[in-house]
């Protein structure tokens, strides 16, 4: 009876001890509180522990002796499940802005004119001429005694919009020449 307790007893310590060490790493927090002494040993294990977990150790924030912080994180990486969709849609938007702000046509207003419907045809500097969509609700008034700047973009999902930028108003426009 003896011989097969101590059997199982030595069974579920060597069954027990790497769970131990597995349960420590897991846990840094408890591993550096059982395994320093004092506060800066503390704040090292538990330092160390995040570069570890993070896995960059330029992006850890450090504290000299005055407890003061010198640097902070470089930038935030998402980590977890999911996380190279988050990195691949903040790519996608930066390119996107990329290359929707090489797309934007600034020019000045050389002349505009109204049709019978009240939309706007518009003669840019740069011999473009834009019309004003019919589905597009916005009216307004323009002075042909003032100048304007306007800004033609892409629209989010089709079509192109022109703001004019001392009003900061736009509208849906179809690029005519």
């Known amino acids: 009876m003896n011989k097969q307790f101590l059997s199982v ?6 069954l027990l001890v790497p769970n131990v060490t597995f349960a420590q790493e897991m846990n840094p927090i408890d591993n550096c509180r059982e395994n320093t002494d ?4 503390r704040i090292a294990c538990l330092e160390a522990a995040l570069r570890t977990y993070i896995g960059d150790t330029n992006s850890i924030a450090t504290a000299d002796s ?3 912080v010198t640097a902070m994180p470089n930038k935030d990486q998402p980590t977890g499940l999911g996380a190279e969709q988050v990195v691949a849609r ?16 600034i020019a000045s207003l050389t002349d505009f004119a109204v049709t019978r419907s009240g939309t706007y045809v518009f003669f840019l500097d740069n011999g473009q001429i834009w019309k004003q969509k019919p589905a597009d609700s916005n009216r307004f008034r323009l002075s042909k005694k003032r100048d304007y700047t306007v800004k033609v973009s892409q629209g989010a999902l089709s079509g192109y919009r022109l703001e004019i930028e001392e009003m900061r108003r736009s509208m849906l426009v179809e690029r005519i020449k």
């Open 9 to 14: 007893s030595a069974v579920a310590l060597t």
């Open 38 to 41: 004092g506060k800066k040993d």
């Open 66 to 68: 005055s407890d003061q």
């Open 90 to 105: 903040n790519q996608t938007i930066s390119e996107t802005d990329a290359k929707n702000s090489e797309k934007d046509v």
